[in-house]
């Protein structure tokens, strides 16, 4: 356990109360994370079974389209959105909405130009697509890049849900962080190694209602206990910025095709998203 406390020591009531850790926030944390990990296992395997390999990588092209649809929102997400975010709409103000706006036209765009021609040619991989159009030193170069970078960025999302759990509810009972980033990467292989897409389908389902849920109870909270008067005073000064194209970040046009360009690149060609 890293300290002079045994396990028995650390779960125990009276160790709880050394660590100033409520006894329900422990009891409750370690519920709701079995439960969810429970489901999350039972989905791997009621899908997984009687499924081919091919199945693995294209869910038999039998997925139902509205939970695709449904559960990219959560798949599109992360801790990091939730903390970054509200951090630059403090910054800037509601001028954040002339980015969102533009993500309209950039999933648009994914679904009249990219979705049409790989179902065209058929392709389990986006980047057979590069291939077939620019040759397999085109596929190779595609397909190394989003490893790349999708593994880069995991690891960035990961550390900072696991810093975040580590902070807050595992430090007081002296558990390592490596345990909890070994148990947590065991965990996401365990209900994702055999299911393939069919599975995250269905996964990311579950996660984006989870997260719409507790974004919902956040709000509820926040509503009931919080000072919006702020707020009204943002949004009262917000106004969409047109003035000074050349140096100014934050112009309307700048911010929107911005926003339309980040949503056709970082979903439209990226494997992880348009896989689905």
Known sequence: MGSQYGLWQVLSWQGLQHRKLPFMTLTMFLAITAVYFSVLLWINFWVSQKRGARAFYDGDKSSPWFLVAYGMIGASLSGVTFLSVPGLVEAKGFSYLQMVLGYQVGYLLIACILIPRFYGQKVVSIYQYLEARMGIEARLVGALSFLFSRVIGSAFRLFLVVLLLQHFVLDPLHIPI???VIITLLL??????????????????????VMLICAGVTLYLLTREGDFSGLQVSISHTTFDFVGFRNN????????????????????????????
């Open 178 to 180: 490596e345990v909890t």
């Open 188 to 209: 996401i292989f365990a209900y994702t190694a055999t299911g393939g897409v069919k599975t995250l389908v269905y996964t990311d389902t579950l996660q984006t209602s």
């Open 249 to 276: 970040d934050n112009h309307f046009v700048k911010q929107f095709l911005g926003g339309a360009l980040l949503a056709f690149c970082m979903t439209g060609l990226d494997q992880d998203m348009m896989q689905k």
